[in-house]
């Protein structure tokens, strides 16, 4: 007979292993399918043991794993307000799309809550990642308080980076993140210049963002290979 060896962790360390056991567990079946008795086991632990540290059992196990998740989603936007935009949301994507790769099941389990475990606090928590970005983002954009197409506009790119994020695990992560965090770079320029051209405040932002742009940087390198496509189009003008 197999005897498991076990090892005492502190409280922190005890803490952490369940709740990156549960995020595990959260990610590869839907939340209420998800007992105690399997993070115990999973975790090689007893029943009790979890229930002494979550004594609001499954729900609050639940609860405190997308906290745990969130609180480091939370600060991938905060970066120093200097320098080309492009530059600082290429450093913020390369730390959020690294919290994807190495906690892809935590990153899952955090947007993809189920039915019964899905409350007012687990869903505050995932729309308070998408603000706190969104609000990074502005304060990038020289924005704090913007009107209602600018604030859409970065919402909606927020909500872009999310669903690149799942779908590129569901591919197996391919292609490869530094080809993803470009390609959802890109998406965010375009996305800028498109809503620009309709809305005088978004344009203004979008140009004193567009000037500390240097020829080589990513807008520049888009510019430029945006500009054959669209040539043949010259009768559209």
């Known amino acids: 007979m197999t005897v498991r060896a076990y090892r005492r962790l502190s409280v922190e360390e005890r803490r952490a292993q369940l709740l990156d056991v549960a995020l595990s567990l959260f990610?590869?079946?839907?939340?209420?399918d998800v007992s105690l008795d399997d993070v115990a086991e999973a975790a090689g632990?007893?029943?009790?043991?979890?229930?002494?540290?979550?004594?609001?059992?499954?729900?609050?196990?639940?609860e405190a794993a997308l906290r745990s998740a969130a609180d480091i989603l939370e600060l991938c936007f905060a970066?120093?307000?200097?320098?080309?935009?492009?530059q600082r949301l290429s450093?913020?994507?390369?730390?959020?799309?690294?919290?994807?790769?190495?906690?892809?099941?935590?990153?899952?389990?955090?947007?993809?809550?189920?039915?019964?475990?899905?409350?007012?606090?687990?869903?505050?928590?995932?729309d308070g990642i998408r603000r706190a970005a969104a609000d990074a983002i502005l304060l990038h954009l020289g924005v704090p308080q913007p009107g209602r197409r600018l604030r859409m506009m970065v919402r909606t790119w927020i909500t872009a980076v999310e669903a690149a994020s799942l779908i590129w695990i569901d591919e197996g992560k391919q292609p490869g993140i530094d080809q993803l965090?470009?390609?959802?770079?890109?998406?965010f320029i375009?996305?800028?210049?498109?809503?620009?051209?309709?809305?005088?405040?978004?344009?203004?932002?979008?140009?004193?963002?567009?000037a500390l742009e240097s020829p080589q940087g990513p807008v520049?390198?888009?510019?430029?290979?945006?500009?054959p496509v669209v040539s043949g189009a010259a009768h559209l003008l």
């Not at 990610?27 to 209420?32: D, F, G, L, V």
């Not at 632990?45 to 004594?55: A, E, I, N, Q």
């Not at 970066?79 to 935009?85: F, I, K």
């Not at 994507?93 to 606090?121: C, I, K, N």
């Open 79 to 86: 970066e120093p307000q200097a320098g080309p935009l492009t």
């Open 91 to 126: 450093r913020a994507l390369d730390r959020y799309l690294a919290f994807v790769d190495e906690h892809s099941a935590g990153f899952s389990a955090l947007l993809q809550g189920g039915s019964v475990v899905e409350t007012s606090r687990t869903t505050a928590t995932v």
């Open 181 to 187: 965090r470009d390609w959802l770079l890109d998406q």
């Open 220 to 227: 520049g390198v888009l510019a430029r290979r945006v500009i």
């Open 27 to 32: 990610a590869h079946c839907a939340p209420e």
């Open 45 to 62: 632990v007893s029943r009790p043991l979890v229930y002494r540290y979550f004594p609001g059992g499954k729900q609050q196990l639940y």
């Open 190 to 210: 375009a996305l800028l210049t498109a809503t620009a051209a309709t809305d005088p405040e978004t344009a203004a932002a979008a140009r004193a963002a567009l």
